[in-house]
């Protein structure tokens, strides 16, 4: 199986001062994937559906994966609340099974 572990820490929680709570209630996620891949990522999701996704990358290529239930269900937890609560520290795999063929079917350039 092909997949990172995330981990978002009680400090990168505790850093996570928002602007405006609304638009930075993903931020300790956002922040933790980005040190782990090294690219911009925005994270959007629907309360209601119960549905979280990241956006990795900028400009002409972006990969968009769905987030496991745990990292949604903290988010969704965190939205609730207005402001957010700082929320428990919390950690999960996000499968990439797809990502490595995907991959090897690219053409050199």
């Known amino acids: 199986m092909s997949a990172i572990h995330v981990t978002v820490t009680a400090e ?4 996570a ?8 209630w993903a931020d300790p996620l956002e922040r ?3 040190e782990l891949i090294g690219q911009e ?3 959007d999701g629907g309360e209601q559906d119960g549905w ?8 002409a290529v972006v ?3 769905d987030l496991p239930a745990v990292a949604s269900d903290w988010l969704d ?3 609730a609340d207005y402001p957010p609560s700082p929320g428990e520290p919390f950690e ?5 099974d797809w990502l490595p063929g995907l991959v090897a079917k690219a053409v050199p350039a």
């Open 12 to 15: 990168r929680i505790a850093a």
């Open 17 to 24: 001062e928002p602007l405006h709570p609304s638009m930075k």
């Open 32 to 34: 933790a994937l980005e």
């Open 41 to 43: 990522v925005d994270i």
């Open 52 to 59: 979280c996704m990241a956006t990795i990358g900028r400009g």
């Open 63 to 65: 990969l968009v994966v």
């Open 77 to 79: 937890r965190r939205w």
């Open 92 to 96: 999960f795999d996000l499968d990439l």
